[in-house]
């Protein structure tokens, strides 16, 4: 990012996040972009009602921009609405609609007045907060393009079939886009309590995107010409992407898990370590854990792994505990694992400053579950992947992947409910030696090169939202 120089009063535009590492990661990112790149001053409004640590150490991290000014939205308790089977998606949709009932006092105090509210998905209930303050309001969907069009195609699909998606046939066709395969919907991408955000969007002014054109060439194309899509009234689409966090930028790289990690990857050869990760919520079943611990032990190959205590409930547990120091490992572990890898393998229980992990030069391969930023903090260091979908939409993400040549994706056997040790071994092995990985390797190398051009000046998604920074410093929206 280069700071820009400017004579002119400063624009000012606010940005709103849901809790959780993963959606302010990218909206953090954005807003720092408009500070610096374009010389904008930014308000970000962050919830902090079951923001996990990880999330608040992001804030407070001391490399924030004196333009960039953080509010953190008052407190709600959501305790008396909350049962043990509520889902992760469901809390943060409540707290965010206690948080929002604050937001007009927030934006009657805030000076200079905001031009407009950048919001993502979960926030959408604030666009008639800021209607009435005449304030525009812009969405920035912090996942793929593809998944931007299932949003956009969700109401006419619900419709077509009555809500009922049994009815819906083995893949969804979303125009002009590849066939998605139901499977991967459903649970965590097709359900009804979505269905009130997607009819919200046509009320944005437009919708940022963290891709890049020359990611999703593709589908990119069809949001904006296939006929289904020009009929909506929809938004106008702005790939920004890739929006990733920076090395500087990582949260918890001080605790001594971190400190630990790094220091033991300076000491592994290049390009030798596989980094298994499940994001800020993921959680494994006790016996995937196991599965997954002999077959790295298998494959022989040196490795990193958060491994988060195991649930047997939820593939999202740890969502809104990330960053919190967690029991020991080994309890979990299979009984003398830990010592048996002990020269080959190093185990964390709590957090990993993902990014400066990914860059490390002796890390090659990813065993993800394809969270949207994993995936492409992973692109962006050019690291191939593994793909292991939990929840949401990781298995679209992990589709896609396979698809483009950068991941594969391991499945269990027959009938069984876990990935078992020997596919996780061949996985291993087939990503980190042989010609398929260096297939994957040179595929990702090249993404990474399309990602770090389309920042950079003259680049697509640079462009993009010069243009749109252009138009708000001339006080209106294109
Ligand atoms: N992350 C991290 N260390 C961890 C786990 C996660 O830094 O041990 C970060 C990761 O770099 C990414 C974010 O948390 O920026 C997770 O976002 P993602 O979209 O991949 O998944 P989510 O957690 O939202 O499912």
């Known amino acids: 990012m280069v700071a820009r120089e400017t004579t002119q009063k400063k624009p000012h535009v606010a940005v709103l996040a849901s809790p959780g590492v993963g959606h302010v990661t990218p909206l953090l990112e954005l807003a720092k972009r408009l500070v610096v790149d374009h010389g904008f001053q930014v308000t970000f409004l962050a919830i ?41 998606s469901v809390r943060i949709v409540l707290v965010v609609r206690q948080t929002l009932s604050y937001l007009p006092s927030v934006l009657t105090n805030m000076q200079p007045h905001i031009q407009s509210l950048i919001v993502d998905p979960f926030c959408l209930g604030a666009l008639e907060y800021a ?39 083995e893949k969804v066709v979303v125009p002009g886009c590849n066939p998605l395969l139901l499977d991967d919907l459903i649970p965590g991408v097709l359900m009804p309590e979505v269905l009130p955000l997607c009819n919200r969007i046509p009320l944005v002014k437009g919708v940022f995107i963290n891709t890049w054109e020359e990611l999703e060439p593709v589908t990119l194309g069809a949001v904006r010409k296939n006929p289904f899509f020009l009929g909506l009234p929809a938004p106008p689409v702005y790939p920004i ?20 990690m790094l220091t033991w990857l300076d000491k592994q050869p290049p390009d030798s370590v596989v980094y ?57 572990l ?15 229980s ?61 499945k269990p056997a027959g009938d069984r409910a876990v990935v078992g040790r020997g596919e996780v071994e061949r996985v291993v092995r087939s990503v980190m030696e042989g010609e398929q990985g260096k297939a994957m390797r ?11 051009k389309a920042l950079g000046l003259g680049g697509s998604s640079n462009a993009s939202l010069a243009g749109l920074a252009d138009a708000w410093r001339a006080g209106g929206s294109p």
């Open 442 to 452: 040179q595929k990702v190398i090249e993404l990474q090169g399309t990602g770090l």
């Open 131 to 169: 209607a009435a303050f005449s304030i525009p309001t812009y969405l920035f969907l912090t996942t793929s393009a593809s998944f931007t069009a299932l949003t956009m195609y969700f109401p006419t699909l619900h419709a077509q079939v009555d809500g009922d998606y049994s009815k819906i046939a």
């Open 48 to 88: 902090s009602t079951d923001a996990p640590p990880a999330q608040i150490q992001l804030l407070n991290s001391s490399t924030l921009l004196p333009d960039l000014h953080v509010i953190h939205l008052p407190h709600v308790d959501v305790s008396n609405l909350l049962t043990a089977s509520t889902g992760v």
């Open 350 to 410: 709590s957090w990993a400053p993902q990014v400066a992990v990914l860059s490390h030069g002796s890390v090659a391969g990813f065993v993800t579950h394809c969270g949207w930023n994993s995936v492409l903090e992973s692109i962006a260091q050019g690291v191939r992947m593994i793909a292991w979908p939990l929840y949401a939409e990781q298995s679209m993400n992990a589709r896609m992947l396979v698809d483009m040549g950068v991941a594969v994706w391991p």
């Open 241 to 260: 992407g890739p929006m990733t966090k920076g090395n500087e930028d990582e949260p918890l790289t001080s605790t001594l898990e971190s400190k630990k």
């Open 334 to 348: 299979p009984d003398g694992f830990l010592d048996r890898t002990r020269e080959r393998g190093l185990v964390i």
């Open 276 to 332: 298994v990760s499940f994001g800020s919520g993921g959680t494994l079943s006790g016996e995937q854990m196991s599965e997954l611990a002999w077959g790295l032990e298998l494959s022989q190959t040196r490795f990193v792994w958060v491994a988060r205590p195991p649930s047997e409930v939820s593939a999202s547990g740890s969502f809104f505990e990330a960053g919190y120091d967690a029991e020991g490992a080994a309890s979990y």
